[in-house]
């Protein structure tokens, strides 16, 4: 059985959905009454592989909001994830994802020294932050959609904010390795990180958010914010495609300007409905029956394939060879990275 640990985007959004996921009594909480509230399965699952197979799983709800994180509520964030990740193992899943901000707040909080939760002992190999499978189809979707807007990778420049990053460095490797991109531009706040990052692709410039929009074709969004910013079209370049990871979004509002493109990052879209009710009601999709975050997806190719492993896990690991396996897995079962539905241009 896999397992997906999930958390709502923000309060006023817990807020909306807490009736439909069965807790009326947190719809008019505040931020403390979420701090306190345990982890709890909000849905079984079933998917059907186009290869026929069926697997089973759960999703578990943490409670985890990123209004912690922005307010320090430090402690509270990091039980979350600790209690969910005990929750799921005690209802014995085999390997479960750890969406969104969970696997960040793990890595950035050290919570691999705890090992025991209550009468729980956490077995870390049956947890994936899902990150391998996110960097792949995050590549997909710059190499086909950039196709799809007549972006030529060859003469592209590709700008990745969070690029020192999990997901980020993964997309720089590959972009590296597996494509012709013209430049890469490399973005995130502590430069010593970028520069080892530099220093391994043997490539890219190191420059700061608004020195690097302007000169981009193509922007990955990767960067783990708790708020999106706001960006002024009119500083890009058009056509420009905006590609955004991040969870909750990295770009605040959705860019109205005629020349820029924005795809949501790090999506998939299995060939066949899966049976769940919770992407309905989080509203995160716009097609809930089809479409969900890929580390979400990776829990569930790894239970395809019976690998019970942390595939993707610590820091900057990710390697091009990995993302082959894990994107042939992809393929074989039925997912595909989401694009834009007709051509835009
Ligand atoms: P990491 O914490 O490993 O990396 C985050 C990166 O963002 C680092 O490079 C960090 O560098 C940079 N960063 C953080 N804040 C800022 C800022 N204000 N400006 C510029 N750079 C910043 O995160 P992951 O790689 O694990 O995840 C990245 C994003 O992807 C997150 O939003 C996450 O929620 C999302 N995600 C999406 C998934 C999906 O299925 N679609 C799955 C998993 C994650 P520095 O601190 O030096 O600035």
């Not at 899943?93 to 969406?99: H, R």
């Not at 193509?218 to 999106?228: D, E, L």
């Not at 002024?232 to 370049?237: C, F, G, I, Y």
């Amino acid at each position: 059985m896999f397992g997906l640990i999930g958390h709502l985007n923000s309060l006023e959004h817990a807020q909306s959905v807490a009736q439909e996921l069965g807790y009326p009594e947190y719809a008019d909480q505040g931020l403390d009454f979420w701090c306190s509230a345990p982890p709890q399965i909000v849905d079984d699952i079933k998917v059907t592989s186009v290869t026929g197979q069926q697997i089973e799983g759960k999703y578990v709800e943490s409670c985890f909001l990123p209004e912690m994180l922005a307010t320090r509520r430090i402690k509270a964030a990091t039980r979350k994830i600790i209690n969910a990740m005990a929750h799921a193992q005690k209802h014995g899943i085999d390997i479960t994802a750890l969406g969104g901000f969970s696997s960040i707040i793990f890595e950035n909080f050290n919570l691999q020294q705890i090992k025991q939760v209550r009468n729980v002992q956490l077995k870390f190999e049956q947890f994936t932050t899902g990150n391998t499978h996110t960097a792949y189809i995050i590549c997909q979707q710059v190499e086909q959609a950039a196709k799809q807007l007549g972006i030529d990778l060859n003469r592209a420049t590709v700008a990745v904010c969070g690029a020192s990053g999990d997901i980020g460095s993964a997309v720089c490797r590959w972009l590296n390795a597996r494509t012709d991109v013209a430049d890469l531009l490399l973005i995130a706040r502590n430069q010593e990180r970028l520069q080892a990052l530099q220093a391994e692709l043997g490539r890219g410039k190191i420059l700061d958010l608004e020195t690097a929009l302007p000169q981009a074709d193509i922007v990955v969004w990767v960067a783990s914010m708790p708020k999106g910013i706001e960006i002024d079209a009119q500083m890009l370049k058009h056509p420009c495609l905006m590609i955004d990871g991040g969870y909750p979004k990295n770009l605040a509002t959705k860019i109205q300007h005629p020349g820029v493109y924005i795809l949501n990052g790090g999506i998939v879209e299995h060939s066949l409905d899966i049976d769940w009710k919770i992407m309905k009601i989080v509203n995160f999709m716009d097609v809930p029956a089809r479409q969900l975050f890929a580390c979400f997806a990776e829990s569930m190719l790894l239970e395809f394939e019976k690998v019970y492993t942390n595939f993707s896990w610590g820091r900057n690991q990710i390697t091009v060879a990995k993302m082959d396996q894990i994107g042939q897995m992809s393929r074989k079962h039925g997912f595909r990275p989401l694009l834009f539905e007709n051509s835009p241009v």
